[in-house]
Every structure is written in structure tokens, then in C-alpha cells.
């Protein structure tokens, strides 16, 4: 089993910057992606990055290229998501997510088995 939470969240300015952390516990060594999701009010769960065990990243959502980045620190169980340039549309709340999906980085959300609980990030002037 494998147990997520993220912390990092919080309000920014239009152009700010913030960065979410993906606190990982249990059998990590058996989880080889790891990505970010976010799900604004009313939206359907929204792919952002994905990051593989070696540290291969993938970008789902064509808003945040260039902006985002996602880093995997393997040794301390930890992904982080750092977000630069934050723009209003990025409003919503992040999830930590865990898995193995057959074919690599995915953007289906039923393809990782593990969750966090999500954290908010308002950007707003």
C-alpha cells in the first residue's frame, strides 16, 4: 500500500508562484509514475505532469508548458510540482497520484492506484 499527501497549496497572485509537495509512504519503491492532477469546480479531473522512477517527466496539460515542473526525489518519497507564472485558469485542487499504469506516464486518472487527498491552489488578484 501506498499512502499520498500534498501540502503547498494556498492563494497567489495572478504571476505568482508556488510549490506543491507529494509526501509518499509505504511501498514506493514499487510505484515507478507519479503524477499531478487538478480538478477546477464543475470540471472533470484534468492530467497536468507525470514523472517516471527515472526521472523521465511528461506534460498532459498544454496551459502549464513552460510554467510547471515536476521533480521526483526517490530517495526522500517525494514529488514535487512547482508552478511559475500562475494564471487564474489554474485555480483548482491538485492531487497527488500513484500507479503503474502499462504504458507509462498516463493522463487517465483511473490508470493509478493511489490518491492523495488534494490540496488548493486560488490564484486570484
Known amino acids: 500500500q501506498v499512502q499520498l499527501v500534498e501540502s503547498g497549496g494556498g492563494s497567489v497572485q495572478p504571476g505568482g508562484s508556488l510549490r506543491l509537495t507529494c509526501s509518499a509512504s509505504?511501498?514506493?519503491?514499487?510505484?515507478?509514475?507519479m503524477g499531478w492532477f487538478r480538478q477546477a469546480p464543475g470540471k472533470e479531473r484534468e492530467a497536468v505532469m507525470c514523472?517516471?522512477?527515472?526521472?523521465?517527466?511528461?506534460t498532459f496539460a498544454d496551459s502549464v508548458r513552460g510554467r510547471f515542473t515536476i521533480a521526483r526525489v526517490n530517495a526522500k518519497q517525494t514529488v514535487y510540482l512547482n508552478m511559475f507564472r500562475l494564471r487564474p485558469e489554474d485555480t483548482a485542487v491538485y492531487y497527488c497520484?500513484?500507479?503503474?499504469?502499462?504504458?507509462?506516464?498516463?493522463?487517465?486518472?483511473?490508470?493509478?492506484?493511489?490518491w492523495g487527498q488534494g490540496t488548493q491552489v486560488t490564484v486570484s488578484s
Open positions: 497520484a500513484a500507479g503503474n499504469p502499462a504504458r507509462g506516464c498516463s493522463g487517465e486518472a483511473n490508470d493509478y492506484d493511489y
Open positions: 509505504g511501498s514506493v519503491p514499487s510505484i515507478y509514475y
Open positions: 514523472i517516471s522512477k527515472w526521472d523521465s517527466p511528461f
